[in-house]
């Protein structure tokens, strides 16, 4: 059962990047779907969305359930190195896109005074890249990457060391997350959790969130008193081949 949290008494905000600020979720569905489709075995992305969406341990498992599908011996080595090279095709700027209202969540909490960090599991490179690519960089005074702490999510660590970073307990921030391994993480770390699941885990239930929004216009008008700037614009892709409507 979720908390009844009062979302305006807090303090901060916490966003995880990849799928919750920008738009890399969907690119690394296509790169594990075209792995899948290179040793001609049928994609699983129930398994996806659930154990590897926003779980950078989680590729050995889709690795072995691969193997299983494909009738290959093929080492985990082996096939990231193959995906990697999807990684290349997909994880480029006319793929990784800004999440609609980002920038009108962000700016909003920043015109009311609320100190903003990042919380990754994805490397400073990649983080420090994205951040810099869609010129957020600024916005934020603390951002913990992968490469900032010994335990990644589900682990509570980034999360705890971003709130440390504000000098605000974890208690008195909001986290904002797109993913189930991330809100367990926000969750574990005592944050107060919006989920913001993309068109790729909406289907799944996700029990740690203290609320879950359609988007990042609704988690404004959650965490402001403003409400959403402007109209809603179209979805910027199609729907996802395999993946239940909501």
Known sequence: MRRAVPVRSFDAVVFDLDGTLIDSVRPDFLACTALFEEFGAAFVPRFWAEHVCGNAEGYPALFA????????????????????????????????VLMPGALALLDGLRAGGTPLAVASSSGREWVERWLGHFG???????????????????????????????????????????????????????????????????????????????????????????????????????????????
């Open 65 to 96: 359930a691969l193997r299983e599908r494909a009738g290959t011996d093929h080492a985990d080595a082996e096939l990231y190195d193959r995906l990697r090279v999807h990684w290349e095709r997909f994880f480029t700027p006319g793929h990784v």
């Open 136 to 246: 957020l960089a600024d916005r934020f005074a603390v951002v913990v990457s992968g490469d900032d702490v010994t335990r990644r999510k589900p682990d509570p660590m980034a999360y705890r060391r971003a709130a440390a970073g504000l000098g605000v307990p974890a208690c008195r921030c909001v986290a904002v997350e797109d993913s189930r391994t991330g809100t367990a993480a926000a969750r574990a770390a005592g944050c107060t959790v919006v989920a913001v699941p993309t068109a790729l885990t909406r289907h799944l239930p996700h029990p740690c969130a203290d609320h879950v929004v359609t988007d990042l216009f609704e988690a404004r008008s959650l965490l402001t008193a403003k409400g959403p700037a402007g109209v809603r614009p179209p979805a910027a892709h199609g729907p996802v081949p395999g993946i239940p409507a909501p």
